[in-house]
DNA sequence: GCTTAGCACTCATTAAAGAGGAGTGCTAAC
DNA sequence: GTTAGCACTCCTCTTTAATGAGTGCTAAGC
């Protein structure tokens, strides 16, 4: 619906804006080359631009500036991915060359490198617990009502928690109990504990099926309180260098809302596969109404794993973060395959 | 040093200053009725009080505001310790009588309600993990060469991480050497651990010695790296609030200082026994010039177990903050007991 | 001798006014 | 359809002046 000629100038404007950080007027447009119109051609463009909705106009005076549904456009159609530099690439490799032995630690770091070659500000979801299966689960008395309730997954990840024991167990009976769970479900995946229950352990001890559901309420219990450790977060304070942000409320509101992770966990967990960008509104936060969030992604086997997602202002550098996100996701199974097989 | 008069005059403009954060002038403190001489007089101090350097000027013709050296005077001398409103009471009496059964979200939700009550941040110091002892220890095999090392403390504290195995051990070996290993280090205080090896397993097995200190060295490996996770953080945002940190470059510093955990820790662990106020350069760290650190370390059964700290600008309201410190650390003996005993 | 009223002086802050300039929209010519 | 020209808008920056809070000093008062 746009002509070419339409879609080469909002394109650069974006190109310039995301640069400069101020209106873009027709004049420098002009100079770019790229478009080899006059700046009058250009400003007749602009105003159409504008009537559509893709261009906005602080004042009167000013040059103009995307909006919303400009980034939406340049995103869906302008764009084009970057391509790593040397330098990023140097660094990518030297992170996938690192010897990490925990899937944690790959997490964190791919959060910080990212924060760090971006400038902005990543969020990173790690993977997703009840697609692992267990490895052992264990129960260790504390007081006589407590215990510290410990599940480890096939991954190496351990969670742990202390927890309220059930009335009316013997501790013996207990430790029977724990036993036989960890004879019959190591090896079943976590989603599948309860269905599974039923079938191995319910068969041999009917009678007491109520208390080892109450275990497994237990096990589930200790990956729940879990979620929230699953995102990471990295490079808060690059909000603070946007020229946008100059300002000390706005940003206060945005990094409050950084602190806040079970709002994170829902943002970044309900990303779709792939790559995905959220520009402005469309993230359903008053506070980062002015930011863009881009996700990716990354899968183990087929399946998805977690995201890996990057915040900054809706001026960001989309061509550059999505051609990083790409590589990232893409080559952060074959890390994290390395590990947990 | 200080003459009476002298000392009430810097005691009302530092509590000026702290509530207005404006350079306090002669007339202000005249007119307040503690010193209750005429402006030109407490003028005269006031210069007198520059001279000695308690006191700065911004400019000729602005008021004086406290110098570090003038904030210490009246940290050290005047300040008096504020006394809980009975709505702070309120809330420290709902934390304590909160249900949380494990240490960490003690810790956590210490630092959470210091930081709201104050508008500053806090930083806390969990317990130190050498002074509890081994309740348990355990060595998941993962894959041949790699397994994940759980290690939980008499406090219920769990730490876990994945370990490279010692080279040239068979499984078999292995499990008897941690069941022996769990058999007799059982109870052990952690920072025994060593030297407890020796004369209780040494005897037995020396032959293998060399392989069991590696099998510790592996418990104080999963201990260490724990250090860094005793640091809790809240608040980190309130500094954007206070008026001396409008400009986003210098909140900047701040700010990023307190992501640097190792950093936090240092500066939080090498604090003294008791309520200590460290003022401006005192912190030996740059991006913290302009911040007071008021910290206060909690105890059990009379060993130091870990430090609470405040961190405002030098201008913070050391009254109160001292003395919601020095109820909170008094009093967090009692929770903390309640749950690890 | 300590205290204080009086006054000149300093200097940050604020408001108003003007200059400059970037950029637009429109019109008319190419 | 394209573009040069031009009037117009309005932000930004600078200058200037006014305001006022606060000081330091001197001399008078108690």
Same mark, same amino acid.
């Given at each position: 619906?746009?002509?070419?000629?339409?879609?080469?100038?909002?394109?650069?404007?974006?190109?310039?804006?995301?640069?400069?950080?101020?209106?873009?007027?027709?004049?420098?447009?002009?100079?770019?080359?790229?478009?080899?119109?006059?700046?009058?051609?250009?400003?007749?463009?602009?105003?159409?631009?504008?009537?559509?909705?893709?261009?906005?106009?602080?004042?009167?005076?000013?040059?103009?500036?995307?909006?919303?549904?400009?980034?939406?456009?340049?995103?869906?159609?302008?764009?084009?991915?970057?391509?790593?530099?040397?330098?990023?690439?140097?660094?990518?490799?030297?992170?996938?060359?690192?010897?990490?032995?925990?899937?944690?630690?790959?997490?964190?770091?791919?959060?910080?490198?990212?924060?760090?070659?971006?400038?902005?500000?990543?969020?990173?979801?790690?993977?997703?617990?009840?697609?692992?299966?267990?490895?052992?689960?264990?129960?260790?008395?504390?007081?006589?009502?407590?215990?510290?309730?410990?599940? =480890?997954?096939?991954?190496?990840?351990?969670?742990?928690? $202390?927890? *309220? /024991?059930?009335?009316? +167990? #013997? @501790?013996?009976?207990?430790?029977?109990?724990?036993?036989?769970?960890?004879?019959?479900?190591?090896?079943?995946?976590?989603?599948?504990?309860?269905?599974?229950?039923?079938?191995?352990?319910?068969?041999?001890?009917?009678?007491?099926?109520?208390?080892?559901?109450?275990?497994?309420?237990?096990?589930?219990?200790?990956?729940?309180?879990?979620?929230?450790?699953?995102?990471?977060?990295?490079?808060?304070?690059?909000?603070?260098?946007?020229?946008?942000?100059?300002?000390?409320?706005? =940003?206060?509101?945005?990094?409050?809302?950084?602190?806040? $992770?079970? *709002? /994170?966990?829902?943002? +970044? #967990? @309900?990303?779709?596969?792939?790559?995905?960008?959220?520009?402005?509104?469309?993230?359903?936060?008053?506070?980062?109404?002015?930011?863009?969030?881009?996700?990716?992604?990354?899968?183990?086997?087929?399946?998805?794993?977690?995201?890996?997602?990057?915040?900054?202002?809706?001026?960001?550098?989309?061509?550059?973060?999505?051609?990083?996100?790409?590589?990232?996701?893409?080559?952060?199974?074959?890390?994290?395959?390395?590990?947990?097989?």
């Amino acid at each position: 619906m746009l002509t070419e000629r339409q879609r080469m100038i909002l394109n650069a404007i974006v190109d310039d804006y995301i640069r400069s950080a101020e209106p873009v007027g027709s004049r420098s447009i002009s100079k770019r080359g790229e478009v080899s119109y006059s700046p009058a051609t250009i400003r007749n463009e602009m105003s159409d631009l504008e009537e559509l909705g893709f261009l906005e106009q602080p004042h009167t005076s000013a040059g103009r500036i995307p909006s919303h549904k400009g980034y939406r456009y340049y995103v869906d159609h302008l764009v084009q991915f970057g391509t790593l530099l040397p330098t990023e690439l140097e660094m990518m490799k030297s992170f996938f060359a690192e010897k990490l032995n925990a899937t944690e630690q790959v997490i964190q770091h791919a959060a910080t490198i990212l924060a760090n070659m971006t400038n902005y500000t990543s969020i990173v979801l790690g993977p997703e617990m009840f697609s692992t299966s267990l490895r052992h689960f264990q129960l260790l008395p504390l007081t006589d009502t407590t215990a510290v309730a410990i599940v =480890v997954t096939n991954t190496g990840h351990v969670e742990n928690k $202390t927890v *309220t /024991l059930p009335a009316g +167990i #013997s @501790s013996s009976d207990l430790e029977q109990m724990v036993n036989l769970l960890n004879h019959k479900l190591v090896g079943v995946p976590l989603y599948k504990l309860k269905s599974q229950l039923f079938s191995e352990v319910g068969d041999e001890m009917s009678r007491h099926v109520s208390q080892y559901e109450e275990l497994i309420g237990i096990v589930e219990n200790v990956l729940k309180s879990d979620e929230e450790n699953r995102v990471f977060l990295s490079g808060a304070t690059n909000m603070l260098t946007q020229p946008e942000f100059k300002d000390v409320d706005k =940003v206060k509101t945005i990094l409050d809302l950084l602190d806040e $992770t079970p *709002t /994170l966990l829902k943002m +970044i #967990s @309900s990303a779709q596969n792939g790559i995905q960008v959220r520009i402005g509104t469309e993230n359903n936060h008053q506070a980062i109404n002015n930011c863009s969030l881009i996700t990716a992604t990354y899968t183990m086997d087929g399946e998805a794993m977690g995201t890996i997602g990057i915040l900054g202002p809706t001026r960001m550098e989309y061509g550059k973060v999505i051609g990083l996100l790409d590589f990232l996701s893409k080559n952060m199974t074959a890390v994290l395959q390395h590990w947990n097989k």
